[in-house]
């Protein structure tokens, strides 16, 4: 082995024994983050949602269906209400005489019609679960698409809890709307906004250096048994955490106004998990540059931190998200997100090199109570969800399926 040999695997030894303290220390700052939120909060709560409030409402929210009109709709399409006075017709006759003629018409035809009463959706009901109606033309026929568990955090609404006549289903059902706008209200005021911090951060600058013999027949390839790669310590940077971006689940409620559609309503399970996602970021208003400086995941299941990948030799991104977590470039976030505005104009660049002291970022009480109060307002709710539970319990207990 040459001098050179010698040196680099040194260097190497000495680099990754840094990551690795840096990798133990880290994990030990998280724990107590991760069991306080893994330990207190509901892994899905829009499908234990869904869940529990279909099981106490039994094989039918109401005896006999009730509908209410969809306000949102008829605002939408107020045309037809004047077309319908019009024609001395009543708004359901009129709809009906022209789904008929729509109904009639040839497939090019229907394509360049602009009507709109196309399975008009005018109605929010109640009847075996909470649902839209719609007439189909044929006579006064109505159908109606219920939506599944998985779907009923969604698309609740108000109108579906007047439709409830039993006065224990009803304040059932009030409640967990309340809860459901609550939560969701909650969930936007905390993700995808920037909490400004001020964190001083050490960054370890590291090079990737590989080496091969000349003289080899597979140099370049994966089957160059002969190639090394070492990993260097260039020097060790300060910089400061200016900002943190925190990003959650964020819950699409029904507005009452888009068409439903019924392979999306209809479905029974959903995949909306727990989460929270910490970016460290580096905003200089000067340079107008945005540098990413790593990231912290929680979930039920598992967490991870930009540090887990510091010493792997492939992993060249300073991002490290959980599964679950869509892995979206900073940029596309800032550009969808109303409050970012402002930083549309700047650029995002990559982080400087390895957070090599993330311990004491968990640590800094700045941090600490941007963590928190995302991990309390998690652990509350899913209190706040069992809570109920128990208060609706003799519902549950009557109607459900045992």
């Known amino acids: 082995m040459s001098k050179h040999d010698d040196y680099l695997k040194q260097e190497s030894k000495i680099c990754e024994d840094m990551i690795s303290v840096a ?8 724990m107590p983050y991760v069991e306080t939120f893994q330990r ?12 529990f409030l279909y099981a106490a409402m039994g094989d039918r929210v109401t005896g006999q269906r009730s509908s209410v009109i969809n306000q949102k709709v008829l605002e939408a399409n107020s045309d037809l209400v004047a077309k319908a006075k019009e024609a001395n017709l009543g708004l359901e006759e009129y709809i009906t005489q022209e789904l008929k003629r729509y109904n009639k018409m040839d497939k090019w035809e229907k394509r360049y019609c602009r009507l709109g009463v196309a399975e008009l959706q005018l109605w929010i009901t109640a009847g075996r679960k909470f649902g839209v109606s719609y007439l189909t033309g044929d006579g006064s026929r109505t159908h109606t698409i219920y939506f599944g568990e998985g779907e009923c955090f969604k698309y609740l609404t108000q109108e579906h809890v007047d439709c409830v006549k039993n006065k224990e289903k009803k304040a059932c059902v009030q409640a967990f709307l309340n809860y459901r706008d609550d939560f969701v209200n909650g969930v936007r005021n905390m993700t995808e906004n920037l909490e400004e911090v001020n964190i001083p951060v050490k960054m370890g600058i590291i090079s990737c ?5 000349k003289i080899n027949e597979n140099a370049n390839s994966y089957r160059d048994e002969y190639m090394k790669t070492y990993q260097i310590m260039d020097g060790i940077v300060d910089m400061n955490i200016t900002h943190v971006m925190t990003i959650m689940h964020n819950y ?10 019924s392979y999306d309503a209809k479905q029974t399970e959903t995949n909306n998990p727990s989460y929270i996602s910490l970016v460290f970021l580096n905003i200089d208003d ?3 540059t945005i540098a990413t400086l790593g990231n912290v ?15 792997a030799v492939n992993s060249r991104n300073c991002i490290q998200h959980i599964d679950c977590i869509p892995d979206r470039p900073l940029a596309h976030i800032i550009s ?11 650029k995002t660049i990559h982080g400087v090199g390895v957070m090599l002291d993330m311990d004491s970022v968990l640590q800094n009480d700045q941090m600490k109570n941007v963590i928190e109060s995302r991990i309390s307002f998690y ?15 003799s519902l549950y207990f009557v109607n459900a399926d045992m």
């Open 336 to 346: 969808t997100t109303p409050s970012l505005q402002r930083l549309g104009e700047y």
């Open 209 to 213: 250096i590989t080496k091969s013999p």
């Open 23 to 30: 990798q133990f220390k880290t994990d030990e700052a998280l």
């Open 297 to 311: 995941d929680i979930s039920i299941l598992k967490y991870k931190t930009s540090m887990m990948s510091a010493d």
């Open 286 to 288: 000067t340079k107008k």
């Open 252 to 261: 699409e409620v029904w507005d009452k106004y888009r068409k439903v559609h």
């Open 40 to 51: 207190n909060t509901l892994n899905d709560i829009s499908q234990n949602f869904g869940d």
């Open 379 to 393: 652990n509350g709710m899913s209190a706040r969800l069992q809570d109920m539970k128990y208060a609706h319990a």
